[in-house]
């Protein structure tokens, strides 16, 4: 059957019962779930000329599989998220690894006892380790935050190497900010890893979709119960309606197609976007992303080198580390961050977290709450740096709240 794509104008009120926006994992999964356990008629709404948000994929003109916008890895220890997402397509086995180029040295990242060897020669890393050993155990995880807090001169003085080497530039590159005015959590994403294990995760469930996420995408939507429409804007659909003209008034509904829509409408793009940005735009970094196609099987040892001392640039990926493809050619993509400045050329692809910011989101969430069928959901809706694993279960549970109501309409 395939994806039913349609074209918004052609479509009357009463062809669909709820609506969704964007088709990421959050707008997917949601969709799916309303369309199958609830028995509701799903309206997709996607600004993107393609499904799959930024897990798309695609060959590129070599015919190498290439993530577009930038590299995804699926890993989780929720155990409902990965068998949900292995109902749609086989996986294979992968476990990242990302190297630091340390000056032209490779370093295990996270900064584990492998890198210390090679940061600190074998005979001071054996000594440095049992620090940390005695510190903090083994085969434990401790955040440079964390490491830094220490007294001790030797625990001090490993601190400050992977401060210097591992977290600085990068963190300035990344965000504009040095690590201690990131948000603690940011950081602590990669912590230091006392332990032999140089996996990026240590998540039970980790791998990539066999043939890519794209058509995992198309599987998960391919339904007798989901329309999608490319190429439209939730603004051009929405019409919003407040309970008075002040500034700060909430929702009090969202009419479509000129009358209020009293389905679930499940929102997973920017919230200031959907209000013209009326309190000022919520800060995010985007990316730029440059390309290059080799003419030799592999580049990198690794699926991602970061670059934590040198280059302007984050990290490069090598895809078929990641998607396990033969094929003579790769291609290799080099991140570069970017201040979110353009909503109309750039993507919002991670919420900057801070206080302020956070106040600054809720205070467009408080011109919803009130919208009892207004569901924001998603690393942009909600404003947070999920992962795709934590956006396929918060989904699931939404639509675990949401069917009940829809099987009661019909
Ligand atoms: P998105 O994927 O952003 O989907 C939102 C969709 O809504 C988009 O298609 C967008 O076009 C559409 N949309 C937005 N506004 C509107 C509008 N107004 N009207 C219509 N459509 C709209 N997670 C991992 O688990 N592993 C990884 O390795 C990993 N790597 C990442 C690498 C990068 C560079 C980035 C940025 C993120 C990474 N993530 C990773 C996180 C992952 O991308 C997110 O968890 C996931 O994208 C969230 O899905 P979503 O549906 O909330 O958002
Ligand atoms: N980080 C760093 N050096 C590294 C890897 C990560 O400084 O080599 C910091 C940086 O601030 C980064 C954060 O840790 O933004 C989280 O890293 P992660 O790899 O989880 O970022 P993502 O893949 O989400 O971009």
Redesign the pocket.
């Known amino acids: 059957m395939g994806v039913r794509y349609c074209d918004f104008k052609d479509l009357d009120r009463s062809d669909f019962d709820a609506v969704v926006?964007?088709?990421?994992?959050?707008?997917?999964v949601a969709a799916r779930e309303l369309a199958e356990r609830g028995g509701a008629r799903v309206l997709v709404?996607?600004?993107?000329s393609?499904?799959?948000?930024?897990?798309?994929d695609e060959l590129d003109e070599a015919g190498v599989l290439v993530?577009r916008?930038?590299?995804?890895?699926?890993?989780?220890n929720d155990k409902r998220a990965f068998d949900y997402v292995r109902r749609f397509t086989e996986w294979r086995d992968y476990e990242?690894e990302v190297l630091a180029d340390w000056y032209g040295t490779y370093l295990p990242v996270p900064f584990n006892k492998n890198s210390m060897e090679i940061a600190f020669g074998e005979e001071r890393a054996a000594h440095l380790t049992q620090k940390l050993i005695d510190a903090f155990g083994d085969e434990r995880k401790v955040t440079i935050t964390e490491l830094r807090e220490q007294d001790d001169p030797e625990l001090s003085e490993i601190a400050d190497f992977v401060y210097r080497n591992v977290f600085l530039y990068y963190t300035q590159k990344q965000w504009g900010l040095t690590p201690e005015e990131v948000d603690p959590s940011v950081t602590a994403r990669v912590p230091v890893f006392v332990s032999r294990d140089n996996r990026y995760f240590q998540d039970a469930y980790q791998g990539m979709p066999a043939e890519g996420y794209t058509p995992l995408f198309e599987r998960m939507l391919e339904s007798e119960g989901i329309l999608v429409c490319l190429n439209?804007?939730?603004?051009?659909?929405f019409d919003l309606e407040f309970a008075s003209g002040a500034e700060d008034a909430p929702l009090s509904a969202i009419l479509i197609k000129g009358a209020p829509f009293q389905g679930p409408i499940v929102?997973?793009?920017?919230l200031d976007?959907?209000f013209l940005s009326r309190f000022g735009r919520l800060p995010y970094r985007s990316?730029e992303f440059a390309w290059e196609t080799h003419d030799v099987e592999h580049v990198l040892p690794c699926g991602t080198v970061n670059f934590t001392v040198t280059e302007d640039y984050t990290r490069i990926t090598e895809f078929k580390h990641l998607t396990g493809q033969a094929h003579p050619k790769t291609t290799i993509m080099k991140?570069y961050s970017r201040p979110y400045e353009d909503p109309l050329r750039q993507?919002?692809?991670?919420a900057i977290l801070s206080d302020e910011n956070r106040a600054h989101y809720e205070r467009y969430r408080a011109l919803t709450a009130p919208l009892a069928n207004f569901h924001p959901?998603?690393?942009?809706?909600?404003y947070r740096?999920?992962?795709?694993?934590?956006?396929i279960g918060r989904?699931l549970a939404l639509a675990d709240e949401l069917v009940p109501g829809l099987e009661g309409r019909r």
């Open positions: 926006v964007g088709s990421g994992f959050a707008g997917a709404i996607e600004k993107r393609h499904i799959g948000g930024n897990m798309y993530h916008y930038g590299p995804h890895i699926f890993h989780t990242h439209t804007e939730a603004e051009s659909v929102y997973t793009g920017p976007e959907l990316l991140e993507i919002p692809y991670y959901l998603g690393r942009l809706a909600e740096y999920y992962n795709m694993d934590v956006i989904a």
